[in-house]
Every structure is written in structure tokens, then in C-alpha cells.
């Protein structure tokens, strides 16, 4: 089965970010991730505050948000202002060692190692064997073309389809998966332990042994460590990137929902939240992995490199913190009733439906070259000419038509609506469920802003056309 980087070989450009093509029109030459170029002309200060205070924070912070999760569901009754009771009666360092050294279980044995070693060989192995379509993502500045397998969706139903599997054969020995919700702690533990570890490899193996040539240094090992040294690197053939934002990532956040839901069934029978938040949650994962591929061309897989910020977040914060709303609501079931489960899974399905619709949009004008219908009509389109830094012209195509003509990044709308609908159901005793939906409209946020600097870098003054075509981020007529 193929699996290779396909490389195309240019002359390097001599460090412009703008190139004149043969018709004398100006091209911004593309632009996906840090380079030392983009450094200069910054004040110093500047370059101390992102490349090492802030790398350093994150890496010193960041351990303790998913164990604080956890803290807080099993012993704050999922609330944050217990939590914050704790700290003031102890002090925050002295809270922490609580937590730490007398709250958490550290591995006693090795059944937690085992699942996970097991479940990421499972992944592995069907990574490897699944059949699927061969995919390319967007041509990176080196002139470097990422293939896939498309084999995702396949991948989480037949994971899903074990899992309950493997819940009635164990349930004839007297056990079950809820054990992964009885030891999380351990899990969570074992998971930041690995994520250090790894991400200390990938930093090696960037600079000595990297899968392509996007990669390199910035001359500062932690802001290396933390961002990374390769765009796209493989190992033993296996795609970096996939696998943690994917097949572990996304995957575990499906396994535990299901997990979490099981837990609930065997304390409380049956309860309509928690089937609820469950069904919205899965059937967004679900349809993820129906559009793989087209995950592949976002901002995630283009512009981030394989380094702690997105790997300790596909391996640790995605299953520690995602997966929250359905953690709560074990311990704090709710009665909804028939009506209001039915009106939140209505305006859930129906916020998918949008999304979805949305990417498709998109995917639809680029797969027939901008001859098709959007809403019935031809679509407005921009050809966006870039180039790359071997010195090759690109062209890509920027949709202002349906639901994209509406602002730059309309399908977010639909996804924070959905992520409100699986929150919902925990009602409002405790803030704690609303943790999520609170941190997705700010990574959104965020998001777009990176999204339109690397845009506008990438294309230029075709950017600032779109602009003014589709003059919205995210909210028509406010934002």
C-alpha cells in the first residue's frame, strides 16, 4: 500500500516573500509554518515573549489541565468553585501537591500501559491494512505533496463495532471497559508521561532524520520542542499526524463517550442526557471521519508542525478535556424528558447537517474547478495565484458563494451551536459541562485570525480581495 511523501524539486528562492510572475503581476510566495525569516524586523522582546516565555508556560502549565479536569469531576463534584475553595484554604502550590502526591493513583500494575499499548496498536494495524482512496494534501512551500490513505472512517466504525464487542464478551467474565473511567487518572498520567517523551523524539528526529524537507530549526531548542521540527514527518511509513490527531485523538474522545455512557448505564440505567450529549458527540465524530480527507487541507495538518503543541493536544488534552461533558454526567445524571431530548438532538443533527454542507461546498467548487451549482446558481469564485518557494506558480480557489459568502468562516457557527446542544444536557447546576464550548469559541476565534494571517501571506493582494468580497470572519454583518 502506497505511503510517501511525493517530492517535487525547484530552485529555492532567495528569501522574498513576493515574486512577479510573467505577467508582471505579484504573487505572495506561500507560507505554512515558522521560518527565522519571519522573525526579522521583530522586536526583541517580541521574539523572547513567543519563543520562549510563551513555549515555556504552555510546557510547564499544560500538564496539570487534564489531571485538574479529572480533579474536579471526582473530587469538587464537578464544580469549579469548590476547586478554587481548595486552593484559597491551601495555597496553589500546596493544593497542587495535594493533588499530585495524594489525590492521584500512580499505576499500581500495568492494565492501564496495556490498553493503551493495545488500543495503539490497533490503530496501527488498521492504519495499515484498510483499504482507501489515495488523497493529497495541499502542496506544502518546499513543493512537497503529503499522500494519504483514506481509510479514517472505515477505521473509527470497525473501532467502535469492537468496542461493543469486547463490552459483552467481557461482561461474560464479570468485567468491562468501564474500568478506563474507574483508573482515568492513571490513564491521564501515563498519557502526559508518554506525550514529553515523544515529542522529545520527534524534536530529534526532525533535525537528524526528517521524513521530508519541510522541516528545520529555529536555533532555540525549547521554541523547537514546543512547536517542532517537521511539518510532515513519518515513521516507519506511518503519517505523525494522522495518528495523534486521528486515530488516537479524535478516536479515544469517541471510545470514551461510549466509555463514559456505558459507566452511566451500569450506575443509573438508562438516562436521556447522557444519551443525548453521547449521540450529538458521536455522530460529530462520526462525520469527521466521513470528511477525513478534507481535514487534511485545514489549518491543523498545514500550517502546525508535529511538535508539543499539537501532539501533547491530540494525545492528552483531547481525551482529558473533550470528552468532558460525558465525564460529568456520570456522576450527575439528568432527567430531560422525551420533548427536550428531542428538540436538543433536532437542533444538534441540524448543526451538523450545516457544517457538513459547508465543507462540501468548498470541496464540491475545488474538485470541478468552480463549474458547478452553489444554492442553485454558479458560484462566485477567486483564483488565487501563490507561489512556492522552489519558485513554482500555484493557483487555489477561494469560494465566496453559500454558506462561505455569508463570512470567511461561517462553518464554525454551526460547530459551537453543536458543541452547546451535547453541553446542554448537564443543565446549569455547574459550569464545569460548558468547559468545552467555553474553549471552542476561543480556539475559534484564535483560529481565524491565524487563518487570515497565514491566507494573507499565502496570497497576497488576491487575499485582500477576498477580503473585501466576504468581509466577515465568522458572524455575518458583526464579526
Known sequence: MERELILRSGKKLAGKNNIDNKNGTTLSNGFHDHKKDSDIGLPI??????????????ILVTPHVGILFWYTHRQCDGSYAKLGMMFTEKSFLSGMYEIWYR???????GLCFYILIGYSMWALFLMAVLPGERVEGPVTPKGNVPVYIDNGFKHFVITMVSLAALTVVLKQYGMSPSVVYDRFDEILLILNVFSFIFCAFLYLKGLYSPSSTDCGTSGNPLFDYYWGTELYPRIFN??????????????????????????????HGFVDSMFVSAFL??????????WEAGYMRTIDIMLDRAGYYICWGCLVFIPSFYASVSLYLVSKPVNLGPVTSLLICFCGLT????????????????QTNGECLIWGKKPNILRAKYMLESGQERESILLASGWWGMSRHFHYIP????????????????IMPYSYVIFLIILLTHRSFRDDTKCGMKYGKFWAEYCRKVPHKIIPYLF
Open 45 to 58: 522582546y517580541r521574539k523572547f515573549f513567543d519563543q520562549i516565555v510563551v513555549p515555556f508556560l504552555l
Open 103 to 109: 489525590t492521584l493513583h500512580w499505576p499500581q500494575d
Open 238 to 267: 506511518f503519517d505523525v499526524k494522522v495518528f495523534t490527531n486521528c486515530r488516537f485523538g479524535m478516536t479515544v474522545w469517541g471510545l470514551l463517550v461510549a466509555i463514559f455512557a456505558l459507566k452511566s448505564y451500569e450506575l
Open 281 to 290: 458527540q458521536l455522530a460529530y465524530i462520526t462525520k469527521f471521519f466521513w
Open 351 to 366: 448543526s451538523i447537517y450545516i457544517n457538513y454542507i459547508a465543507d462540501w461546498q468548498k470541496q464540491r467548487v475545488r
Open 415 to 430: 460547530e459551537i451551536l453543536l458543541a452547546f446542544c451535547w453541553s446542554l444536557p448537564a443543565l446549569t447546576e455547574n
